[in-house]
């Protein structure tokens, strides 16, 4: 984190912004977070250019007040500051002798320095930063969760105001993006990070080559792929394009209905077909790997 940013954020009063005492405890500032952070969401303000920012204070602030040197340290610089500034508003109203009383105060308030303070706030937040506490990871997750959740229920709302059927498009979608100086592309865990929010992967495959990556992702749900196509834009300085794969309709052979011969009924399914089951599902995860495979080597 910059000095100007420290600056900045030692400027603010977190308690205010969250609308919370000063001595709320660990579950009221999670609780005055998420209501915050619901608000200014980038994902639910894609026209606003200064929600990743407001999100990101956000974020930083939680941090700080869940950590307890980092949080004592700002309580002190915080106390101070609001000390001075009502010593400031008492000392007009006030007689010269208290007046002066009052400053000798504020010198003896300066002999052991304000900066001191702000000092000790900016080292707490360099050991956040150097340490990389996660602190806020979990928040986060279930912030992340909430807000696709809310999206869902909006884009199925507008599909029963409209009264269409949405034809079907399939759980499956293509993820492309470009690779650049100023993009070093994706990993696979990354792209499963970004996807797994809109809803529960059964398989993913990727490639990514010099310049340009691309990965397969099958969902298990259809509700899960028309989401991640509605509103995955990626990372901030990694934009990626999300499409749906049409597949096209395989004939399928005609089979002589199998004879039926008197058998010993089973409850659920046996070893055999339990085997087909499994065998079925690697054959189509290898079919995505093939149809990733060609497609790029067409291009």
Request: positive net charge.
């Amino acid at each position: 984190m910059s000095k100007k940013r420290d600056m900045e954020l030692m400027k603010l009063d977190f308690y205010d912004i969250l609308g919370i005492s000063t001595s709320a405890g660990e579950k009221e500032v999670k609780k005055a977070y998420r209501k915050k952070a619901l608000k200014c969401h980038p994902d639910k303000n894609p026209d606003n250019p200064d929600a990743a920012k407001e999100f990101d204070r956000l974020k930083k602030i939680l941090e700080i007040l869940l950590d307890s040197g980092a949080r004592s340290a700002y309580d002190k610089l915080l106390k101070s500051r609001k000390a001075a500034a009502i010593r400031a508003r008492e000392s007009d109203a006030k007689s010269q002798k208290l007046k002066s009383q009052l400053e000798e105060r504020e010198r003896q308030a300066q002999a052991r320095p304000q900066i001191s303070e702000e000092e000790r706030l900016r080292r707490e937040l360099k050991r956040l930063e150097d340490e990389g506490q996660l602190i806020v990871e979990d928040e986060l997750e279930k912030l992340n969760k909430e807000v696709a959740e809310e999206l869902r229920r909006e884009s199925k709302l507008a599909e029963n105001s409209n009264g269409e059927s949405s034809k079907s498009l399939g759980n499956k979608i293509k993820v492309r993006w470009l690779i650049n100086e100023k993009s070093s592309g994706y990993t696979e865990d990354e792209i499963r990070q970004l996807f797994y929010k809109w809803g529960e992967i059964s398989a993913l495959v990727m490639k990514q080559k010099s310049k340009k990556g691309t990965a397969l992702i099958e969902y298990k749900d259809k509700s899960g792929a028309d989401m991640a196509v509605q509103f995955e834009k990626g990372q901030m300085g990694k934009p990626v394009e999300v499409t749906h794969i049409t597949e096209t309709p395989k004939e399928s052979k005609k089979t002589p209905p199998a004879k039926t011969e008197p058998a010993k009924q089973k409850s659920g399914y046996d070893y055999e077909s339990i085997a087909d089951m499994n065998r079925r599902r690697l054959e189509e995860r290898q079919r995505l790997i093939q149809e990733i495979l060609a497609e790029e080597s067409a291009k």
